[in-house]
């Protein structure tokens, strides 16, 4: 889908009106997938997460819970605390 000038208020950036939105490829990752790449449990995960040592979740919905890879690529350039 293209944006145009009636979709927004505003000068469209050159990047958008190109198709080329490089904040739009963030891809959602699950719980599941994050912990297996981690090595650490869901519990451990959780708890980071509650203590705020681990990104906030995205909830899409009451079962279903998701990350930004770009927040769990950050955890892990700055290193993961265990």
Known sequence: MRLDQQH??????AELSAGRA????DELVSVREI???LKIGPTKWW????SGLY????????RCTRWSRNSIKQLMERGVQR
């Open 8 to 13: 927004v208020q505003g000068p469209i950036p």
């Open 22 to 25: 490089p904040l739009f490829n």
């Open 35 to 37: 912990t297996s790449v």
């Open 47 to 50: 708890e980071g997460v509650k």
């Open 55 to 62: 990104p906030q979740p995205i909830k899409l919905g009451s």
